[in-house]
T-cell receptor
């Protein structure tokens, strides 16, 4: 399974943008980049995913490097509710596995 | 509400008990997953079912026995567990097959299991 590397923790102030990085230097051409987050005492929830182009949805934006070896999840205006562990995951067509790493714990301060 | 429902939400069981965890989804998904999350640890994938067939068993001890009678239901049968098996057990579902990498997974709220 291709691996991802994320910082253990990050901090932000409320209403500021947050850029959460993820390195995936061994990504293959068919791997999709997925992001999930896990709020305290809840199951993970889907945030966004992409293949090559940058993606936007109501929750966040995903910026993918041209060589696809890294990506950045962008929260445009952090809220207290965005405090969670954010997971960057690679998903390929050859397996049903969805493997989570340690993720980045995001703290948001008022 | 994610569309994936797990019952019970909390369970306390003795080491000699037999219990079952249930997961249900009506999202039309054909891949279902069991994960274990111990305190302060990442999610560990336990089992994957695709179209009712088990496609992954991540070296899980035999005291955990999964069952997938149809694409909408997934069970985890528990017997003779140990205190270290206490954890949050999460179920998830997603599209399987050729579109799996381009679709998201939906998680239930989990069952908080305590083995005493």
């Amino acid at each position: 399974d291709a691996k991802t590397t994320q910082p253990n923790s990050m901090e932000s102030n409320e209403e500021e943008p947050v850029h959460l990085p993820c390195n995936h230097s061994t990504i293959s051409g068919t791997d999709y980049i997925h992001w999930y987050r896990q709020l305290p005492s809840q199951g993970p929830e889907y945030v966004i995913h992409g293949l090559t182009s940058n993606v936007n949805n109501r929750m966040a934006s995903l910026a993918i490097a041209e060589d696809r070896k890294s990506s950045t999840l962008i929260l445009h205006r952090a809220t207290l509710r965005d405090a969670a562990v954010y997971y960057c995951i690679l998903r390929d067509r050859n397996t049903d596995k969805l493997i989570f790493g340690t993720g980045t714990r995001l703290q948001v301060f008022p | 509400e994610t569309g994936v429902t797990q019952t019970p939400r909390h369970l306390v069981m003795g080491m000699t008990n037999k219990k079952s965890l249930k997961c249900e989804q009506h999202l039309g998904h054909n891949a279902m997953y069991w994960y274990k999350q111990s305190a302060k640890k990442p999610l560990e994938l336990m089992f994957v079912y695709n179209f009712k067939e088990q496609t992954e068993n991540n070296s899980v001890p035999s005291r955990f026995s999964p069952e997938c009678p149809n694409s909408s239901h997934l069970f985890l049968h528990l017997h003779t567990l140990q205190p270290e098996d206490s954890a949050l057990y999460l179920c998830a579902s997603s599209q399987g097959g050729r579109v799996r990498m381009n679709t998201e997974a939906f998680f239930g709220q989990g069952t908080r299991l305590t083995v005493v």
